[in-house]
């Protein structure tokens, strides 16, 4: 009666071999390799959907906020000259800028501004300004802003054509182009 020694047939069977655990390991790296790589996509669409959230929000607010304000216009000057019509270089032509006088009387001017919110076109001037107070938000730029006035203006009622492109200062810069035609109230 000897007593059994632990290398005896019983206790092999027991354990795993060097094999079986790295054949484990290896199929463990694998789920969670897949498992983080879905996560690390998801995260990222989330983003860029967010991204494309922002811009178009922000761009259809100035879309909307200048077409009401332009539909209720009452003339389109320069300078604030009353009642003049359109401007000599707005009509037919692209202009990064517009004024108006609106419906209580006031002249508003919108346009592409810098930093310190002066009107221009080019490098910098990535805002949208109305009267010298920026009104987009720093997360997005504005690309572009084109105002086409009808040539004739002084004949027929007043069509503004608005070209807007807005960018989003983001990872991904998605941006969106809108185009919007406003149709004044003005009847001469």
Known sequence: MFSKGIWDSKYNNNGFTLIEILVSLALFSLV????????????GSQRKIIELYTVQREASYIMETVSRELRMAIAICDNGEIECGA??????????DI??????GDWIKYCLADINNNCGNG??????????????????KIENLIFYVS???NQTQPLITIV???????????NVVLQDSVSLRIYN
């Open 151 to 153: 040539e004739d203006f």
């Open 123 to 140: 490098a910098g001037f990535e805002y949208f300004s109305r009267d010298g107070s920026r009104i987009s938000s720093p997360d997005v």
């Open 99 to 104: 004024e108006f006088k609106n419906y209580n």
């Open 87 to 96: 401007r000599e270089d707005q009509q037919n032509n692209a202009n990064h």
């Open 32 to 43: 969670i390799s897949i498992t983080v790589g879905i996560f690390i996509v998801g995260s």
């Open 164 to 174: 807007l492109k807005v960018k989003s200062r983001g990872k991904y810069g998605t």
